[in-house]
């Protein structure tokens, strides 16, 4: 076992997006390719003397390959210890919850979240700060900027590590410990609910189907809910982590769960459903025959949030995701807190939290929060939604309701155009630009714009500001049209339209959401031309 230095020759386009950076499989093999991702992290992290690294991933394909090379490379790093989940497994919610209680440094989490695993699927690597959260745009820039001029890889020369068994080992010095992936989340998990209120729901027969779409989150949740909530055998299925997932997309929406949408439309459906995704962060609320958009589940939560024992002395504020929907504010305005608006990316809620601004945060990509961690946490979610019901008595169906009868619905949706060229997408997005001007005031959708922009954010805590992250189209009503081009994907570009109206009145509240968001569907074609640039007459996913 020894020190080894080699040549190294950079990469182009290692530029990390809102989570990291995501590639095909097949380009993270690129002999060199991942070590010089880390090799940049490491050399912008620095002196690694007495510090604890995390690392772990969500079980995809590749990702225990990626684990060795990381392992050896922080050895030679000079890291004190380095934590590593049983057989390379850590959802992303668990590994801000290692960070966090173990004190560690910060942690390397490997997973390109909901997109698809296997030979032929995606990869991904991303950095999480020492408060659990993913690193901040000056961490992840200045990443980038060290992978173009990484001359030379150090590394050491031994074999593979043994990830099956807790246990520690050392390398070169740096002690290498094999810890159970579920207990720091479940610990955090226990402080904040009312197990026995939710024993006591299962008790009664309740019955909840949680699909874990073949992905990490399986023994999470076998783990609390089957193990110490008492719920049937069989409540988690799909509960068994594989590198392809399955062979399906693990992305919990109403497309791509269909298993789990179709036994929440039968005659003998369970009283909730759930999914989650890839690496367990996201989630999808579903009652019978009743799916909860993010955004309503978000402003459910904060609605409600003082019935849950972790959150029984209220909130310090909410933020979301700009494209989200505005239903939290809603909310927060009757409940006399503060709502803040941030661009796409859970790491700007970090500041937030980490300042004690907000309490609950969330996105309309399936992502909701708090300030236990710094991810966003699909079982957290479905812990929760079961202490709202088991403490009200009231089903998925009911919480929701009651919020649009108080607050109007805003009826909401999301049109993904997907494997664009990248010329094509970034033209549509300058021709929009260029037009921002000359919109407000005009009459669209059979009303005057009232607000035309580039949203752009300037982080309250630090004064940072980030610009350009998606254009909004707001009518004088409050109805929007949001432009964004993702930054989660791995091949082209994907445009997302996000379309919002809100509905105060009752009689129109079943309305399918396609219907009543027509004329602002119109609307986008009308001022983006998206028919010409994508060449697409119709979105590739509507959620």
Same mark, same amino acid.
């Given at each position: 076992?020894?020190?080894?230095?080699?040549?190294?020759?950079?990469?182009?386009?290692? !530029?990390?997006?809102?989570?990291?950076?995501?590639?095909?499989?097949?380009?993270?093999?690129?002999?060199?390719?991942?070590?010089?991702?880390?090799?940049?992290?490491?050399?912008?992290?620095?002196?690694?003397?007495?510090?604890?690294?995390?690392?772990?991933?969500?079980? !995809?394909?590749?990702?225990?390959?990626?684990?060795?090379?990381?392992?050896?490379?922080?050895?030679?790093?000079?890291?004190?210890?380095?934590?590593?989940?049983?057989?390379?497994?850590?959802?992303?919610?668990?590994?801000?919850?290692?960070?966090?209680?173990? $004190? $560690?440094?910060?942690?390397?989490?490997?997973?390109?979240?909901?997109? +698809?695993?296997?030979?032929?699927?995606?990869?991904?690597?991303?950095?999480?700060?020492?408060? *659990?959260?993913? /690193?901040?745009?000056?961490?992840?820039?200045?990443?980038?900027?060290?992978?173009?001029?990484?001359?030379?890889?150090?590394?050491?020369?031994?074999?593979?590590?043994?990830?099956?068994?807790?246990?520690?080992?050392?390398?070169?010095?740096?002690?290498?410990?094999?810890?159970?992936?579920?207990?720091?989340?479940?610990? =955090?998990?226990?402080?904040?609910?009312?197990?026995?209120?939710?024993? $006591?729901?299962?008790?009664?027969?309740?019955?909840?189907?949680?699909?874990?779409?073949? $992905?990490?989150?399986?023994?999470?949740?076998?783990? #609390?809910?089957?193990?110490?909530?008492?719920?049937?055998?069989?409540?988690?299925?799909?509960?068994?982590?594989?590198?392809?997932?399955?062979?399906?997309?693990?992305?919990?929406?109403?497309?791509?769960?269909?298993?789990?949408?179709?036994?929440?439309? %039968?005659?003998? /459906?369970?009283?909730?459903?759930?999914?989650?995704?890839?690496?367990?962060?996201?989630?999808?609320?579903?009652?019978?025959?009743?799916?909860?958009?993010?955004?309503?589940? #978000? %402003?459910?939560?904060?609605?409600?949030?003082?019935?849950? +024992?972790?959150?029984?002395?209220?909130?310090?504020?909410?933020?979301?995701?700009?494209?989200?929907?505005?239903? &939290?504010?809603?909310?927060?305005?009757?409940?006399?807190?503060?709502?803040?608006?941030?661009?796409?990316?859970?790491?700007?809620?970090?500041?937030?939290?980490?300042?004690?601004?907000?309490?609950?945060?969330?996105?309309?990509?399936? *992502?909701?929060?708090?300030?236990?961690?710094?991810?966003?946490?699909?079982?957290?979610?479905?812990?929760?939604?079961?202490?709202?019901?088991?403490?009200?008595?009231?089903? @998925?169906?009911?919480?929701?309701?009651?919020?649009? /009868?108080?607050?109007?619905?805003?009826?909401?949706?999301?049109?993904?155009?997907? *494997?664009?060229?990248?010329?094509?997408?970034?033209?549509?997005? !300058?021709?929009?630009?260029?037009?921002?001007?000359?919109?407000?005031?005009? =009459?669209? /959708?059979?009303?005057? =714009?009232?607000?035309?922009?580039?949203?752009?954010?300037?982080?309250?805590?630090?004064?940072?500001?980030?610009?350009?992250? *998606?254009?909004?189209?707001?009518?004088?009503?409050?109805?929007?049209?949001?432009?964004?081009?993702?930054?989660?994907?791995?091949?082209?570009?994907?445009?997302?339209?996000?379309?919002?109206?809100?509905?105060?009145?009752?009689?129109?509240?079943?309305?399918?959401?396609?219907?009543?968001?027509?004329?602002?569907?119109?609307?986008?074609?009308?001022?983006?031309? @998206?028919?010409?640039?994508?060449?697409?007459?119709?979105?590739? &996913?509507?959620?």
């Amino acid at each position: 076992m020894k020190l080894v230095t080699r040549p190294a020759t950079p990469f182009e386009g290692q !530029r990390p997006g809102t989570s990291g950076l995501r590639k095909k499989v097949s380009v993270f093999q690129q002999p060199g390719y991942l070590e010089n991702f880390v090799q940049a992290l490491f050399n912008v992290l620095g002196d690694a003397s007495g510090k604890t690294l995390v690392v772990g991933g969500d079980g !995809r394909y590749y990702n225990r390959i990626a684990i060795q090379t990381i392992l050896r490379m922080a050895a030679a790093q000079g890291y004190a210890r380095v934590l590593v989940g049983q057989g390379g497994l850590l959802s992303t919610p668990a590994m801000s919850a290692v960070i966090r209680r173990r $004190a $560690a440094s910060g942690g390397i989490v490997l997973s390109a979240s909901h997109n +698809p695993g296997g030979p032929q699927g995606d990869f991904g690597i991303k950095y999480n700060i020492a408060n *659990g959260g993913p /690193a901040p745009e000056s961490v992840t820039e200045a990443i980038y900027l060290r992978s173009r001029e990484v001359y030379e890889i150090r590394t050491v020369d031994s074999p593979d590590l043994p990830l099956d068994a807790l246990g520690t080992h050392t390398l070169l010095g740096t002690q290498i410990e094999i810890i159970d992936p579920v207990a720091d989340y479940c610990a =955090v998990q226990r402080e904040l609910f009312d197990f026995d209120a939710i024993r $006591a729901l299962f008790a009664r027969g309740f019955r909840l189907r949680l699909d874990t779409m073949w $992905a990490v989150g399986g023994p999470y949740a076998k783990a #609390l809910l089957e193990g110490e909530l008492g719920a049937p055998k069989g409540t988690v299925v799909n509960a068994e982590p594989r590198e392809d997932f399955g062979d399906l997309h693990p992305d919990p929406n109403p497309v791509n769960a269909t298993d789990l949408i179709n036994h929440m439309a %039968a005659a003998d /459906a369970p009283d909730m459903g759930a999914a989650t995704d890839g690496d367990a962060d996201r989630n999808m609320i579903v009652g019978r025959n009743f799916v909860v958009s993010p955004s309503d589940s #978000l %402003a459910v939560l904060a609605a409600h949030a003082k019935r849950i +024992p972790g959150y029984a002395s209220g909130l310090a504020g909410v933020a979301r995701s700009m494209p989200t929907s505005t239903a &939290v504010d809603r909310v927060a305005a009757a409940l006399g807190i503060a709502c803040y608006e941030t661009p796409t990316g859970w790491k700007f809620f970090g500041n937030l939290l980490d300042a004690g601004k907000v309490t609950l945060c969330g996105e309309e990509s399936y *992502g909701t929060g708090s300030n236990h961690i710094r991810e966003k946490d699909g079982l957290w979610a479905v812990l929760f939604w079961l202490n709202l019901v088991a403490v009200t008595g009231k089903s @998925v169906e009911q919480l929701v309701r009651e919020l649009w /009868a108080e607050h109007g619905r805003c009826v909401y949706s999301r049109h993904d155009y997907e *494997g664009i060229p990248t010329e094509q997408a970034d033209a549509l997005m !300058r021709d929009l630009r260029a037009a921002l001007p000359g919109l407000p005031g005009q =009459v669209l /959708a059979g009303e005057p =714009v009232a607000l035309a922009d580039d949203f752009a954010y300037t982080d309250p805590t630090d004064g940072s500001v980030s610009s350009k992250q *998606g254009v909004r189209i707001i009518l004088q009503s409050g109805s929007r049209v949001v432009f964004r081009l993702s930054g989660t994907g791995t091949e082209g570009a994907t445009l997302r339209i996000y379309l919002e109206h809100h509905e105060p009145d009752p009689a129109r509240h079943d309305l399918h959401a396609q219907q009543a968001l027509a004329p602002l569907i119109a609307l986008a074609e009308q001022v983006a031309r @998206v028919r010409h640039w994508t060449g697409m007459d119709t979105p590739s &996913v509507m959620t």
